[in-house]
Structures are given as C-alpha cells and as structure tokens.
C-alpha cells in the first residue's frame, strides 16, 4: 500500500510568457477575465477589459516587465518554483508541494 501524502499548493495570478507587449496582452486579458478576478456581468467585463484595460495597460504593464525580467524569465516565475522547491525540501517526503499559476 501506498503511503498517504499531503498536498500543498502554492498558487498566484502567473505571468506573461515574455515582456513583450503581445504577451502582456494575453496575460492580462486572461487573468482579468475571469468572472472571479472582476466580479461584474459577462459582456461588461469583456468591453472593460477588452476594449479599455488590455490594450492601455500592456504597454506600459510591457515596459515594467521589461525592467524586472532576468535572463532566466520572469522573477515571479523563477522565485516561486524555487519557493516550491524549498517547502518541499523542509516539509519532507510526507508532503507534495506544487505550484500553481
């Protein structure tokens, strides 16, 4: 019989798959429309963040991705796989750690 293991989830908004501005884009559009990220009607979030936050945010949202990306992607990223890999070090083979975005 298998022994029995805890999950721990560790979990945040994610991050564009690069700075650029597309990629912003996508990641902003994604994450923004989700009914439980902006709480308001279908058709009225998907103009807000279609037609208003998507496409003024991704620019200067880009610029800052820019500043804070490293040669091995975005800190986010690389920062909480490497939190994940710590808890589960210190939490022991009881436990299974993951993350997700």
């Known amino acids: 019989m298998l022994a029995e293991k805890t999950g721990v989830l560790l979990v945040n908004l994610g991050t564009p798959d690069d700075p650029g501005r597309s990629a912003v ?10 009914r439980r990220v902006i709480d308001i009607p279908w058709l009225f979030r998907q103009v807000l963040v279609r037609g208003i ?4 945010r991704s620019g200067s949202s880009s610029e800052l991705y820019k500043r804070l990306w490293t040669d091995q992607g975005s800190p986010i990223k690389i920062y909480g796989f490497s939190v994940a890999k710590k808890l589960q070090n210190m939490l022991g083979e009881d436990y299974t750690v993951a993350l997700a975005m």
Do not use: G, S, V
């Not at 884009?25 to 989700?34: A, M, S």
């Open 53 to 56: 936050i998507a496409p003024f």
């Open 25 to 34: 884009y996508r990641y902003l559009k994604q994450f923004l429309l989700d």
